[in-house]
């Protein structure tokens, strides 16, 4: 069995309208203007491109500031720093540990374990996560889309992965806190798990079989 894990709200947290709302108090007066702010800055396509990797750092700022009136220095200052508030989210990351340890419990099965991961994040946050956080080092493989210039939930982004590693679908699960995603996981055949809580996860993966 192969599992695949999205980082954002799934192994990290992402908490974009909190971030909003603590950095532009004057535009995020209420939940719901908090809401529409930040999905304007993180749901944008000027964000899906630095994702992506097709437009910079410096590039993403210019054009949010220019776009949404804000002030460029002040969102800079949230923006260049948000690979530092992606914390690891400590059920989760149990989880991926006792996900390692079952895998070298099942390495000579016939069915062995492999771990993954499959991140729209841009190569400057990724680089930080990679220098900061030793358990990625436990995966088996897997693709930021800022290094490869897809992002999900286009095929192509999944295809690469799965030809990547030789993934077969039907012994292939995606978790994502996305529920686009992980319908796009699905249409490749893949299983597909939508993250709402760690313990749902691991009952959903208990159900597929894997026993940890």
């Known amino acids: 069995m192969n599992v695949v894990f999205d980082f954002g709200a799934v192994l990290f947290t992402w ?5 909003v709302a ?47 009136t804000l002030d460029r220095a002040k969102l800079a200052t949230l923006i260049e720093p948000m ?17 390692v340890a079952l895998r070298e419990r099942a390495a000579l099965s016939d069915d062995p374990l492999k771990l993954y991961f499959l991140s729209n994040m841009p190569a400057p946050f990724a680089r930080t996560l990679e220098r900061l956080h030793a358990f990625l080092g436990d995966f088996d493989g897997g693709i930021f889309s800022g ?18 590693h030789g993934l077969e679908p039907a012994k292939t699960v995606f978790i994502d806190d996305l529920l686009g995603n992980v319908q796009a996981a699905q249409a490749r055949g893949w299983h597909g798990i939508h993250f709402k809580s760690t313990a749902q996860v691991e009952q959903d993966l208990k159900a597929l079989g894997l026993d940890f």
């Open 22 to 68: 603590k950095w532009f108090p004057e535009r995020a007066d209420s939940p719901a203007a908090a809401g529409h702010l930040a999905h304007e800055m993180f749901g944008h396509a000027d964000w899906l491109a630095f994702d992506r990797g097709t437009v910079s750092l410096p590039e993403v700022i210019d054009l949010m500031a220019q776009r949404l």
């Open 147 to 164: 290094d490869v210039q897809h992002i999900k939930p286009e095929p192509a982004i999944f295809e690469l992965l799965q030809s990547r």
């Open 15 to 19: 908490r974009p309208v909190e971030m």
């Open 83 to 99: 690979d530092l508030f992606l914390e690891p989210m400590p059920e989760s990351v149990a989880m991926l540990a006792r996900l």
